[in-house]
């Protein structure tokens, strides 16, 4: 399995950047790039980032600890990100 | 030949590791602190520790510097006697009856109140239960969340009680509507749109409007059943585990794991604690005290008019024989549909007149928390949720009720205490 494919693996169980970034001998600046490069591909999505939905029209948005808020950032596997991760799991 | 995706990482760290020098990162108290509270040796411990500073300073700062030494003695010492006083005591008048003191049989005759909780009237109990024990009890958790919130601590926390809530089907960010919804339940919903997908919505929401009850309804059932609290909250956090255990099994849908960036701790600014504490009291404040108001005057007029002593005769033997408690719960339950801490506070009057046995006390507050979501909750239930889940969310609400109520009591039963 890629290191991507590992990651993927990893992202699905859940847990924290700062968890995975030491479990993978990694930077988290490293870390953090290839998570940005996972979510340009569409293999992740930020929670945060989901324009328009979620309570980001709240007025308390700016103040507010709440994912949405855009303050804590969390990642979730999508669809593509699932089927990658099954396709590397084939192949090995 | 085009290298692959991850052979342009492998290459990518490999530059870097030649190329870059980092240097040796010092490891700061900071970061001690934050690793003391992630792990679960320490931080459970921590977690204890906050929760238990937390609720001192809101029994300490709410219900006995505020409402006991100053609200309970403004009100029924001073407000109370001189609305008794300005309209001479005139318990005939069903006008006085309804808006000042209903009053209360004692040995066969109808005699006049001697404090707010038991008057019952809406410019008495309408005012004393918003202004004399909610606000104080509300202002005083919002602050220590606020506080939470700015520190860095919730994420912490989340993280911590992230594999609690995998087992029931959430995960660790539904603390942060949980502990919303400890303040109320309106901004604990909202909150649930942060959460993944529609079953762990649908599930937080019922949850939520279950078994966690609000700021308010928690500061008067500290100023009743103190002795109590821990047996309450005890029952409560049984049913929200258990239920969502249950719940997690038979609703279908996904509870996908997330992976969360932890934000370092920093000092909270005083400027944003004091526009979260406004704006959350205030929007609290304009719900509740309408709906205290409207309940006093609905309560009133159904005792005036003889509507509650038919519901009490009509649901009276359901109640005693399924949940063991009085049929005069039947008046607290109707006011919890419009407000759950005046409902409780109905319940004060009840003890105080020797109704109730400790344990149906106990019942009847944890009958009261999860019986039915107050109105601004289910409204907003109903914009939230799709009529399907709605309906879902009613039905798993009625079970729970059921099955729980009649546990509860058979616990008792068992004990010998019911």
Redesign the interface.
């Known amino acids: 399995m890629t290191t991507t494919g590992e990651l993927l693996r990893r992202i699905e169980k859940g847990g924290t950047l700062d968890e995975l970034a030491a479990e993978f001998g990694m930077g988290k600046s490293v870390l953090m790039a290839r998570i940005e490069f996972m979510l340009r591909a569409g293999y992740l999505y930020e929670i945060s980032s989901r324009e328009g939905q979620g309570c980001m029209g709240c007025p308390m948005c700016e103040m507010c600890s709440v994912p949405g808020s855009g303050k804590m950032k969390t990642y979730v596997l999508t669809e593509k990100g699932r089927k990658e991760l099954l396709k590397q799991k084939i192949r090995r | 030949m085009p290298l692959?995706?991850?052979e342009r990482?492998?290459l990518?760290?490999k530059i870097?590791k030649q190329t870059v020098e980092?240097g040796a990162r010092k490891h700061t108290l900071k970061d001690a602190i934050a690793e003391l509270t992630?792990k679960p040796l320490t931080g459970i411990p921590v977690a204890i520790a906050v929760l238990y500073g937390i609720w001192s300073f809101f029994v300490d700062f709410a219900g006995t510097l505020f409402t006991d030494g100053f609200m309970v003695r403004l009100f029924d010492e001073h407000w109370l006697p001189f609305l008794q006083n300005a309209f001479h005591n005139n318990l005939d008048n069903w006008a006085y009856r309804l808006f000042i003191d209903a009053g209360h049989i004692e040995n066969g005759v109808l005699v006049a109140s001697d404090n707010c909780l038991e008057a019952f009237g809406v410019l008495t109990s309408g005012f004393f239960v918003p202004f004399g024990v909610v606000l104080w009890a509300v202002l005083a958790f919002y602050l220590m969340f606020a506080l939470l919130?700015d520190v860095g601590y919730?994420?912490r926390l989340a993280?911590l009680v992230?594999t609690v809530l995998?087992k029931i089907g959430l995960?660790g960010?539904a603390i942060?509507?949980t502990f919303?919804s400890l303040g109320c339940n309106v901004p604990g919903v909202?909150?649930t749109?942060?959460l993944?997908t529609r079953k762990q919505r649908f599930l937080m929401i019922t949850l939520l409007s279950v078994f966690v009850p609000c700021g308010a309804q928690i500061g008067i059932m500290q100023d009743l059943v103190p002795e109590l609290m821990g047996w309450i909250f005890l029952t409560l956090a049984i049913g929200y585990l258990g239920f969502g255990f249950i719940l997690n099994k038979i609703v279908p849908g996904k509870s996908?794991?997330?992976?969360?960036?932890?934000?370092p701790y920093r000092m909270p600014m005083m400027k944003?604690i004091v526009?979260?504490l406004w704006?959350?009291t205030s929007r609290f404040l304009l719900v509740a005290v309408p709906f205290v108001l409207l309940g006093c005057l609905i309560v009133g007029l159904m005792y005036l008019t003889g509507a509650m002593d038919w519901l009490a005769t009509v649901l009276g033997p359901f109640l005693m024989s399924w949940f063991g408690v009085p049929e005069e719960t039947v008046s607290p339950l109707i006011a919890g549909f419009l407000r759950k801490d005046l409902a409780v506070g109905m319940l004060g009057g009840l003890m105080e007149q020797g109704i109730m046995t400790t344990f149906q006390v106990f019942t009847s507050v944890v009958l009261l928390c999860i019986y039915f979501p107050c109105l601004a909750t289910f409204a907003l239930m109903l914009k939230e949720e799709n009529w399907k889940e709605f309906l879902g969310s009613i039905a798993s609400l009625v079970a729970m009720v059921l099955v729980y109520g009649g546990l509860i009591h058979l616990v008792g039963i068992m004990l010998e205490v019911a």
Do not use: C, G, Q
Request: aromatic share 8%.
């Open positions: 692959s995706v991850d990482w492998n990518i760290e870097s980092f992630v919130e919730l994420p993280v992230d995998h995960h960010y942060v509507p919303l909202t909150a749109r942060a993944e996908p794991e997330i992976i969360m960036d932890v934000p944003n526009s979260k704006v959350r």
